[in-house]
């Protein structure tokens, strides 16, 4: 199943803002503005069957649900020293 840009982008957005431990993104996480528009984002993308309360928890769960729907893998690459690492990601453990 194909997914458009723009669904990749946001799902990305919400990872980024609600569920990664990143300590580097800390002060993005902090703009007004960006959580303004995730908040508007969650509300556009909730399904039924994400009822949660917390924005972090209902991020969670469109995120699980996006995941499953279009059977993505989630994939760590970086760069070390002039070789490409490239790690797969468990989504239900990362998706708690």
């Not at 580097?24 to 009822?51: G, I, P, S, V």
């Not at 699980?64 to 059977?71: D, E, I, L, P």
């Not at 760069?79 to 239900?92: L, M, P, R, T």
Request: charged letters at 30%; aromatic letters at 10%; glycine letters at 2%.
């Amino acid at each position: 199943m194909r997914v458009t840009a723009e669904a990749l982008t946001g799902m990305t957005l919400l990872y980024f803002f609600y569920v990664a431990e990143y300590e580097y993104l800390r002060a993005w996480r902090e703009k007004d503005d960006l959580r303004e528009k995730l908040e508007k984002l969650l509300q556009l993308t909730r399904q039924r069957e994400c009822n949660e309360v917390s924005s972090r928890a209902l991020a969670i769960c469109v995120l699980r649900n996006f995941q499953k729907k279009n059977a993505m893998k989630i994939l760590f690459v970086r760069y070390d020293e002039g070789k490409v690492i490239v790690q797969s990601i468990d989504a239900d453990a990362q998706l708690k």
